[in-house]
């Protein structure tokens, strides 16, 4: 037994009852996503977490090791906890997102396991779309690559409010403190360039289990926070944008029985912002004005909504609004135009974008049809600087184009409001989503 | 190709990086903000958010399709599903069918709620027997110690959905209860012959769910994926949403086999080494007689189920799944043919 393996056993040993802590009325959820390049151990990570949390079970962790068995290395393989499909198992890569869920008092963790191939990159995008917080690993051994850069990129431009640099494998550097503060050095050469607001940075072996739970005996040098202590501790709730009050309509809710013969509550969800009763608003693209009547969280009455909760709007007077329409505070207003300026990632591997290509926008709920009026320029992955005279994108391409719109759409900046400031581009002949566009104001 | 300055080093760059020079204001400006909020819209709690995570899929799937139906089974997961439909669309009526592709094999108690709970709700439900399928199409039926119409569900499925022409079927798959299901999407794309193709996912960004088919194509909506098995019963029982019976402690007739214990019926295949005892039970997933496992418990309320769950130290699926205990890639193979 390896000495990883025989402090996985201990660990496991000392599991007492899994859930008696849990403080159900005030645990809050964080999503993080874990990414760096092949083989920097991001799956190792996840299991580690999960297995240091106790959040693997006895028949899941047996299923572990006989697999771990059969592939003969000896060792538990905790990737194989997320690799979800048999061509994964098969070849020993992840290729698409892994949700895994685990909690500790306080907290409700969803961790997505993205893929590490530069050719799966839309799958990571994916999964970093919807994080509070990214975990990047850094393969101690080989420093900052390729992969590490294109996925700095990707976080900080999905506006990713939080971002752990998790220098792994130190145990093969023989937890050299010289070898990390030079890659932390580095990184935060690289981070300058980018808008990454709040950036930590932490030496880890996730086999081994270094600084992900338990402070590392092996690195006395390093004083800082643990893996898990820093995701326990994260503030997320301030990371939500709750000054611009935004409602995408979702469906129009008309029961139309007698008792609620002239009912029609406009369902939704708070997209930033709040709503109070009595507001006045303005319904887009119509720029029509009204005010809340009422406000009902599934059937009850409330006082006032804020993002990201789902809602149930009605108003004074009878406006003509239906699915696809904003429904925005008075204050800050969106942007109300046909003309849209967006940094795109494109996710199609079987067609280019090209300047002058028809789309199917989606933006909120609404959909429209546009087409792409020019390609600004493409950002180098390798130092990010911006290549001019672009004539089409290919697969995972980061660039900045400019929309034209079929009729208008209201949305603010991206960086201000990722709820109302990102659309897909979706192909009008596969109905596939080829494009992840965050939108300029 | 010429090179263009480099992103964010000088301060006139309107580049799409370099926001971040001034941004930190955000998050201050928003803390002020909250404290403003009276106490009930101050702070959604967890199951608060997910939630109203999966109101906005349901909400989504309503708006998106026209014809979508809800799976409904009589388990906790769909039981889960029905309440926040009504939720989503009160004080209206949950707008589409419940529809049960019934095994012929499943818990009684689990069908009389079903007929009882799609009245309670006032919704429409629509039964179809795979019964009626294997007749019709003269299918194979597995024989033998445990055999299982799980499999063939999936035609009888298929064949519903081209009766009623559903363009989306809701479903209370949970990415928790399996490693093929952790890896797919909310809106799950399947193609004219109902099928899952792992590796050609639609991106999935944001909350901007693509539901666009073409005809003949459906779309599998997943409205509690991010939900586990511990979320699923704290939210039944902050709901204290009724549950079929044989959720809680009883005495049943079981069949002990393998260390696993099933509910003894009829048509269930038994041979020498099958030993019947009489047990206290309860059953922790509700799926076909024939391959769901009880656990041996005296937990006769929603608490005490919650804190059994709680402490518990093998996953759902290991412990009352028999037919996922068979290879590593069980689940992964049916949801390819069109399970869900």
Known sequence: ??????????????????????????????????????????????????????????????????????????????????????????????????????????????????????????????????????????????????????????????????????????????????TFLQIAQEYQKLADKLAIKDLKIIPVSALAGDNIVDKSEAMPWYTGETMLHFLENVDVQHDLNLNDARFSVQYVIRPQTEELHDYRGYAGRVQSGVFRKGDTITVFPSEQTSKIAKI?????????????????ILLETDVDISRGDLISGTGNSPVLSQDVEATICWMDDRKELKVGNKYTLQHGTTRVRCSVKGIEYR??????????????????????????????????????????????LIDETSNVTVGACMVEA | MKVKKSVGYTPDNQALFDLNVNYPIQTRYIMSNIQSLSSDAQRQDYLDQLESEAIYIMREVAGQFERPALLFSGGKDSITLVRLAQKAFAPGKIPFPLVHIDTGHNFPEATQYRDWMANEVGAKLIVRQVEDTIKAKGLKEPTGKNASRNWLQTFTLLDTIEEFEFDACIGGARRDEEKARAKERIFSFRDEFGQWDPKRQRPELWN????????????????????????????????????????????????????NLLANADFIYKDDSDVIVNKTVRFRTVGDMTCT???????????????????????????TRIDDQQTEAAMEDRKKGGYF
């Open chain 1, 1 to 178: 037994m390896s000495s990883a393996e025989c402090r996985m056993k201990k660990t496991y040993s000392t599991f007492c009852t899994r859930h008696s802590t849990l403080n159900f009325d005030t645990m809050d959820i964080l999503r993080f996503i874990t990414a760096g390049s092949v083989d920097d151990g991001k799956s190792t990570l996840i299991g580690r977490l999960l297995y240091d949390t106790k959040s693997i079970l006895a028949d899941q962790l047996e299923a572990v090791e006989k697999a771990s068995k059969t592939r003969g290395d000896g060792e538990i393989d905790l990737a194989l906890l997320t690799d979800g499909l048999r061509s994964e198992r098969e070849q020993g890569i992840t290729i698409d997102v892994a949700y895994k869920y685990f909690q500790t008092p306080n907290r409700k963790f969803i961790s997505i396991d993205a893929p590490g191939h530069i050719q799966y990159t839309r799958n990571m995008v994916t999964g970093a779309s919807n994080a509070d917080l990214a975990i990047i690993l850094i393969d101690a051994r080989q420093g900052v690559v390729e992969q590490t850069r294109r996925h700095s990129l990707i976080t900080s431009m999905l506006g990713i409010p939080h971002i752990v640099v998790a220098v792994n494998k130190m145990d093969l550097v023989g937890y050299s403190e010289d």
């Open chain 1, 296 to 312: 009902e969280v599934y059937g009850q009455e409330v006082e006032e909504v804020s993002a990201p909760q789902s809602a149930t």
């Open chain 1, 379 to 424: 950002v180098d992955i390798s130092n990010y600087e911006q290549l001019e005279d672009i004539e089409s994108l290919k697969l995972n391409d980061v660039a900045k184009i400019v929309l034209r719109t079929a009729k208008p759409i209201a949305y603010d900046a991206y960086q201000t409001n990722r709820a109302n400031g990102a659309a897909i």
């Open chain 2, 208 to 259: 901007l769910f693509n539901g666009k088919i073409s005809k003949g194509e459906n779309v599998r909506c997943f409205p509690i994926s991010n939900w586990t098995e511990l979320d699923v019963w704290a939210y039944i029982e902050r709901e204290k949403i009724p549950l079929p019976s044989i959720y809680f402690s009883h005495q049943r007739e079981m069949i002990l086999r393998d260390g």
């Open chain 2, 293 to 319: 496992a009880a656990v041996e418990s005296e937990a006769s309320t929603i608490e005490q189920v919650v804190a059994e769950i709680k402490a518990t130290r093998i996953s759902e699926r290991g412990e």
